[in-house]
């Protein structure tokens, strides 16, 4: 058996008389790259949203590096080891790119009020350690020259890259990114692909929702498509490229260019 | 270190300019009451309160300011800490406990009543939270006025009298001493403790903010959801803001009592905690010197207003045609307006605010 990071089983989610997920199960290995498709209002983001404690399941269960992560709130989460990044960027829009990341580290760090009132050896090392912590995480994603700039002044890729190295300072094991490409042009997608898979290579298991197909298909080993809430294929991306149902409701959708991208 | 943040090493940009500079008002500080006590001793007793409130201030610029929770009933733990002091030093149950170990209880006491409040209150914002801790503040006042019967406890609304006033190591704080030649009136000794006190509960709040809490705080105010999913545990975080929040209100409170040395319900109604959000707010949230100054600015002008009006009617009329309290009112609350609507960071913004504000406007449709 494989190392599975992972497990949701029979996830379930019901806003009133919407079906936003229904019965989706699917599991996620250990340093994949796993892919997350389907057209708008699929239920993408609410599985992200289950996942990472914003929301609670009507049914179905989930399993996080061995151990259930049913019910926990969004901080629990976030301990257990699963980090995210939002589909609207979700910044601290008016705190430096620094700081953003900075806060970050919180999960991973101790300093309490006594630490913080009388400066202790302790935590002024520790403050030491979360500063350096976020200057190498903004080198590692090409943010460096601009740890002191307002994180709402950045241009809008640069943002989604702040929120992915945000996301990687509370040392998550998985990696859960909302749409990074959305707004980027080609140059900037190209080097989100690289990014993406930097990260797989230094040890984070990414999941990712993505509606550019080309970037999807171009790095994920696995991918998971769902339409209106259901799951309507899982696996390699040359199989779900291939899949009808697929076609039909999501490529199909899409446009002749996609089509030819995909196919 | 090698990256020092920007925003709040600015001052040090030439040491020495700025040691001459703390030094000058340090020397401004300490002569100040005598000063002050030229012209009056209810000028020094003015100084007192200004100081007070600036404690005020800073404890709710915790909460207001550093973690966006509107309170409006702040004052309730000004008066917690206030009757923990009367009641474990006064005549009213024979206890006489020293000042630096009430203190502290009532920094305690307060601080529970800060975790009584946030615990039913953390899934509220805006304007449900502001409705609630006002409901909050006026539960407190009127259990103070009513903790009379069957067991007295609070006296009621006779309040408490006969406090003890504050006594350190010997030293009456009610009375004049002397030191070489000098006479130092009992305000006098008082705006030097306070000073000390403010002294200290500016260094905590600094500290406070530029550290871990400090950051989860700003998180929090800036984008709840995100803080959260970030690992930040907001319901304890939030807590602790107001736990801290109400503990500088308690520690206010018992040296408002040992100053006063009586005390009633009366101190501690809702104007009271829309005065210390004015200062705030005035002042500009989340800036520590801010919230000091707009403290000292909210004690001292309509004293000064006070003083001044009916002199001056006098002067250009030949008698008073206005009441002076109608006039320092009606000028108070002009004056409010006016900084809110040229100011509305408050007079000296911190910088996060202003950058807040700013993008408030751009929303605007042009």
Not at chain 2, 74 to 97: D, N, T
Not at chain 2, 178 to 201: Q, R, T
Not at chain 2, 303 to 311: A, M, S
Request: hydrophobic share 50%; glycine share 10%; charged share 20%.
């Amino acid at each position: 058996m494989t190392d599975r990071l992972l497990v949701c089983d029979g996830l379930a989610k019901r806003f009133g008389g919407v079906h936003a997920l229904d019965g989706v199960s699917f599991a996620i290995e250990r340093h994949a790259i796993y892919g997350l498709i389907g057209p708008n209002g699929a239920g993408k983001t609410t599985l992200f949203n289950l996942l990472t404690g914003i929301y609670t399941a009507d049914a179905g269960r989930m399993q996080f590096a061995g151990g259930t992560i049913d019910g926990l709130s969004p901080d629990r989460v976030c301990e257990r080891g699963i980090a995210r990044t939002f589909q609207n960027i979700r910044l601290f829009a008016n705190l430096s790119v620094l700081e953003n990341v900075m806060i970050g580290r919180h999960v991973r760090t101790k300093a309490g009020v006594f630490g913080a009132v009388f400066r202790t050896r302790a935590t002024q090392d520790e403050e030491a350690r979360i500063e350096r912590r976020a200057h190498e995480l903004l080198d590692y994603v090409g943010l460096a020259d601009r740890a002191n700039d307002i994180a709402r002044s950045l241009p809008y890729g640069e943002q989604r890259r702040l929120e992915i190295a945000r996301a990687l300072a509370t040392e998550p094991h998985l990696l859960a990114l909302d749409e990074p490409a959305a707004g980027m042009n080609s140059t900037e997608k190209a080097a989100l692909g690289e990014l993406i898979k930097r990260i797989r290579t230094d040890g984070v298991t990414v999941l990712l929702i993505e509606h550019d197909v080309k970037l999807v298909m171009g790095i994920c080993e696995h991918i998971l498509v769902l339409d209106y809430g259901k799951q309507i294929a899982e696996g390699v991306p040359e199989d779900v490229r291939r899949d009808r149902r697929v076609i039909e409701a999501y490529l199909g959708t899409v446009g002749d260019d996609s089509i030819k991208v995909a196919t | 270190m090698p990256h020092v943040k920007s925003q709040s090493h600015h001052l040090m940009r030439s040491p020495v300019l700025a040691w001459v500079g703390i030094a000058l008002i340090a020397v401004a500080l300490i002569a100040l009451p005598f000063a002050l006590a030229q012209i009056g001793t209810a000028w020094v007793r003015i100084a007192n309160l200004a100081i007070l409130f600036a404690l005020l201030a800073l404890g709710l610029n915790i909460v207001v300011g550093f973690a966006g929770l509107l309170d409006l009933g702040y004052i309730a733990f000004f008066a917690v800490g206030a009757y923990c002091y009367a009641l474990l030093a006064s005549p009213h149950f024979g206890l006489h406990l020293p000042f630096w170990l009430i203190l502290p209880i009532g920094a305690l006491v307060a601080c529970l009543f800060g975790v009584l409040l946030g615990a039913p209150t953390l899934k509220l914002r805006g304007d449900y939270l502001a409705i609630v801790t006002l409901g909050f503040g006026e539960i407190v006042r009127v259990f103070l006025n009513n903790l009379a019967r069957p067991i007295n406890i609070t006296n009621g609304p006779q309040g408490i009298s006969r406090i003890d006033p504050v006594s350190i190591g010997g030293i009456k704080f009610n009375t004049t001493g002397k030191v070489f030649d000098l006479a130092i009136s009992g305000p006098m000794k008082y705006y030097y403790l306070l000073l000390i006190v403010l002294i200290i509960a500016i260094v905590i709040n600094i500290r406070l903010q530029n550290s871990r809490i400090g950051r989860a705080w700003e998180a929090i105010r800036e984008d709840e959801i995100a803080a959260r999913a970030m690992g930040i545990n907001t319901t304890q975080i939030k807590l602790l803001a107001f736990a801290m929040g109400a503990s500088f209100g308690g520690i206010a409170g018992g040296i408002f009592a040992a100053i006063q040395q009586f005390i009633s319900p009366e101190s501690f109604v809702l104007v009271e905690s829309i005065m210390v959000l004015s200062m705030v707010v005035l002042g500009g949230m989340g800036n520590i010197w801010g919230v000091v100054a707009g403290a000292v600015l909210l004690s001292f002008v309509p004293e000064i207003l006070r003083y001044t009006v009916l002199p001056v009617q006098n002067a250009l009329f030949g008698r008073a045609i206005v009441e002076p309290e109608v006039i320092r009112m009606l000028l108070f609350g002009l004056a409010l307006v006016a900084v809110m609507l040229y100011r509305p960071a408050g007079l000296f913004p911190s910088a996060v605010r202003r950058r807040e504000l700013a993008k408030a406007d751009a929303r605007l449709p042009a």
